[in-house]
């Protein structure tokens, strides 16, 4: 199994060797996310850091949690991230097509349905005249915030919110913006299950619930990351990944339903239509996201674990904690591209386009073109349907070593006839504004198909010969 909640994961971290206790008072503006960023960018990563004394608060910040393949491993509970992808085909009972596969899934999450608990550990201090003032939020780049809106914000919140129509709950990680100890921005993604709650509130004049949870199991903090399909439940599938139920407990404020092990919860609402302007914020492609309107959310109660941590991460260029964080969610959305794409075999999302900046698919080509509609196809729906490079091979190719991967596609590809220029839609003119979508197949052509040669063969040594010549080095004078 994996950790039920954060501070048993930092036990089992500084344990294994992997946790930095930073004993010194720091800045949240700007000094933390420094030092996490140098420590991010070391060999290997570097350790996870606790930084106990917080200028200007009483909660400690962890960072770098999830910040190397071994350790996101340890947060899930297994020994390899490959193994998510295999855990999650078990969900599918070998069902065929891409409806019954999510619905067998969905039927093999109800094992995992959360426990509803009427005590809990992030209730054991109630603040009813709250201010956000008093919590570690920090503050990543120079510009975060500009030109007056501030710029410190909770970097790993996971933001629940319920849809008024259907009862149905949604939680994802967004970015939260400190305005002042009152009021926070919510930087939701438009095409999130957040943001679309937000919508129908907002047409139907009402105020919307939310509820922001800091800490709680990791495989809690998976789930939230990973753009699972509508129709499958974020806290019953982190109950999947750590193995066992996970405990909910109802707001003071509202009806949501938040994790019992949560470190902090922050509960409000979010009156309809009220948006105020918002960023700019760093953002993990290096860039800064310029400035925009978000909701506000209005604080009406805390609640805390008496000694709570408040986990965070920082967002800037590769390599950084989240990359891991991606990688581990690429893992977990493999097996729902197959069931939708059975010719694919393989998936890398490199840490150079975290996220939707760059995929790179293997598939097995048995049909002239199939390259080419494979991309169109992955753009129309699915969580590449935002990748801004999309790069096919063959089933034979090794997609996760880059160097391999360029080699195939300069040698390959035939950029007068390779290219498909993308958006949104899968007809043209394909557009998506700034610069559109591209994909690349470099997959060998087929008879039939145009760019077809009988010879493309890749050169391999002979293996009698390689054997022979291991085993006669030391002769060769080596």
Known sequence: MGYPDLQSFLTGLEESGELHRVPVEVDPVLEIAAVTDQVCKSPGGGKALLFQQVKGSAVPV??????????????????????????????????????????????GLASYAPLLVTEAP????????????????????PHD???????????LPIVFSRDPETGAGNCGIY????????????????????????????????PMPVAIALGGAPALTVAAAAPLPDELDEVSFAGFLYKGSLELVRCRTSDLLVPAQAELVIEGIVEPGETRQ????????????????????????ITRRSSPVCPATVIGRPPMEDCFLARSVAWLMLPFLQVRHPEIRDLHMPVEGIFHG???????????????????SLWEKGFLRHSRLIVVLDADADIHDLSYVAWRVTNLAD???????????????????????????????????AGHRVDVREMEKDAATSNKVVSRWEEYGF
Not at 122 to 134: G, R, Y
Not at 429 to 440: A, S
Request: aromatic share 6%; hydrophobic share 35%; charged share 20%.
């Open 358 to 376: 760059c995929a790179i698919v293997s598939m097995e080509k048995r049909h002239p073109d199939q390259g080419a509609a494979l991309i169109r």
């Open 415 to 449: 950029w007068h006839r390779d290219l498909v220029i993308g958006g949104e839609t899968s007809s043209p003119p394909f557009t998506r504004g700034k610069g559109g979508m591209l994909g690349i197949d470099a997959t060998r052509k087929l008879p039939g198909e």
């Open 145 to 155: 915030g500009e030109p007056d809106s501030g710029g410190r914000a909770l970097t």
């Open 62 to 107: 962890a960072t770098n949690l999830f910040g190397s393949e071994s350790r996101m491993a340890r947060a899930l509970g297994i020994a390899d991230l490959h193994t998510l992808s295999q855990r999650v085909t078990t969900l599918f009972g070998g069902a065929p097509g891409p409806d019954s596969a999510i619905n067998q899934a969905r039927l």
């Open 175 to 206: 970015r939260v913006q400190l305005f002042d100890g009152e009021t926070a921005g919510i930087h939701w993604q438009s095409s999130s299950g957040g943001a679309e709650h937000w919508r129908k509130y907002r047409d139907r004049n009402e």
């Open 122 to 141: 992030c209730q054991e201090i109630v603040e009813d005249m709250p201010s956000l003032a008093t919590l570690p939020l920090i503050q990543c780049w």
């Open 278 to 301: 918002g960023g700019a914020f760093g953002n993990h492609t290096g860039f800064y996201v310029p400035v925009g309107n978000v909701p506000v959310m209005r604080v009406r109660c």
